[in-house]
Antibody, heavy 120, light 108 residues
Framework: EVQLLESGGGLVQPGGSLRLSCAAS????????MTWVRQAPGKGLDWVSR????????NSAESVKGRFTISRDNSKNTLYLQMNSLRVEDTAVYYC?????????????WGQGTLVTVSS | EIVLTQSPGTLSLSPGERATLSCRAS???????LAWYQQKPGQAPRLLIY???SRATDIPDRFSGSGSGTDFTLTISRLEPEDFAVYYC?????????FGQGTKLEIK
């Protein structure tokens, strides 16, 4: 059974940093692209970043470029999102999701999310 | 950047009825990269449809997707009580994803 467990969320001041983790199990982690998607309270889904199975290719939304970095450690079956220079508008539940394949774009499995609150 | 516009914003129907949800893209997109998700309150989204018309694993056949170019549709043939939720379309193109703003399907 595919399992994705996010951690690392919490309360942080504007300008601060957080690193989110997503521990994966139940599949061959390195064979799948992984994606972060966020959802502000009461709002819709907002794509953040995507990384290929090998970690060689990453893409990020314009709103987080230069501030957020997606990475993965295939030896630990873990996905990361390093978030710097956080803004109030980054407040959201952050989901990690497994793509349906390394070259697939649809998000087949999702974690339950971790809440990031940016506030002074 | 491609913008996805979903309509209606809210759809009020009764169990047993047919639901038709629309997703319109601001320019023509590849059907291969069009997906639909369902999200219930307090839960993560669930993949329903990918490639515009292919059902994801374990998705009941009352869910179907269609469309091409700029107009895509998610149809639920006979609504079950568990189908009342928010539905999002999603597209991938030019190395980025975009989501529609969602359609809330509520019980009438």
């Amino acid at each position: 059974e595919v399992q994705l467990l996010e951690s690392g969320g919490g309360l942080v001041q504007p300008g601060g940093s957080l690193r989110l983790s997503c521990a994966a199990s139940g599949f061959t982690f390195s064979s799948y692209a992984m994606t972060w998607v966020r959802q502000a309270p009461g709002k819709g889904l907002d794509w953040v970043s995507r990384i290929s199975g090998s970690g060689d290719t990453t893409n990020s939304a314009e709103s987080v470029k230069g501030r957020f970095t997606i990475s993965r450690d295939n030896s630990k079956n873990t996905l990361y999102l390093q978030m710097n220079s956080l803004r109030v508008e980054d407040t959201a539940v952050y989901y990690c999701a497994r793509n349906r394949g390394d070259n697939r774009v649809e998000l087949q499995h999702w974690g339950q999310g971790t809440l990031v609150t940016v506030s002074s | 950047e491609i913008v996805l516009t979903q309509s209606p914003g809210t759809l009020s129907l009764s169990p047993g009825e047919r639901a038709t949800l629309s997703c319109r893209a601001s320019q023509s997109v590849s059907s291969s990269y069009l997906a639909w998700y369902q999200q219930k309150p307090g839960q993560a989204p669930r993949l329903l449809i990918y490639g515009a018309s292919s059902r994801a694993t374990d998705i009941p056949d009352r869910f179907s997707g269609s469309g091409s170019g700029t107009d895509f549709t998610l149809t639920i043939s006979r609504l079950e009580p568990e189908d009342f939720a928010v539905y999002y379309c999603q597209h991938y193109g030019s190395s980025s994803y975009s989501f529609g703003q969602g359609t809330k399907l509520e019980i009438k």
